[in-house]
């Protein structure tokens, strides 16, 4: 995967994720405890929602709510992705998924929405920890599963806000 991403710290609840030529970039089912916008640069990209599929072409945007379970999928494209902080009403601790997902399935993707946000300021180690997952194979293995990449290339492509000269 090629592609370039940065994290607009200065506006708080927002991150913003941009890939640049993303070859074949695809997703397990997943959600998300935010807000998730996408917007098409170029290129083509394709979504499911259950049997539903929405296909987007270049100029498009997709607005997808907190809890809805999705995969993305399709060839070359470029984009940029927002995530927004819900409004307190949006993803309950206890609430479920508007699709369908197993109790397991969805225990997992809660901790692995976090660790996409501890990953900004812990090590990898240290959130799959934090987090309960057996080990950080285990962690690394879902977390690819659910967002097509390792937590190493999330870390990388995303950057850390950890202070410099810190080694947390």
């Known amino acids: 995967m090629k592609a370039r ?13 941009t ?3 993303v070859d074949d970039y695809v997703t ?17 990209r394709s979504f499911a929602f259950g049997s539903r599929r929405v296909d987007l072409a270049r100029g498009s945007t997709l ?9 993305g999928f399709g060839g070359r494209a470029s984009f ?45 180690t240290d959130v799959a920890a934090a987090l309960g997952f057996a080990d950080q194979s285990h962690f690394g293995r879902q977390f690819r599963r659910a967002f097509g990449l390792t937590p190493g290339e999330f870390v990388k492509l995303h950057g850390s806000r950890r202070k410099a000269g810190t080694s947390r």
């Open 5 to 17: 991403s940065f994290t607009i710290d200065d506006l708080d609840g927002v991150e913003v994720h």
């Open 19 to 21: 890939g640049v030529d």
């Open 28 to 44: 397990a089912w997943h959600f998300h405890d935010e807000w998730q916008l996408v917007h098409l640069l170029a290129g083509a």
């Open 63 to 71: 607005v997808i709510p907190p809890g809805i379970v999705h995969r």
């Open 80 to 124: 940029v992705m927002w995530y927004l902080a819900p409004d307190s009403s949006a993803l309950a601790p206890g609430a479920r998924p508007r699709v369908a997902m197993s109790p397991r399935a969805y225990r997992i993707q809660h901790r692995l929405n976090a660790a996409r946000r501890l990953l900004h300021h812990e090590t990898i």
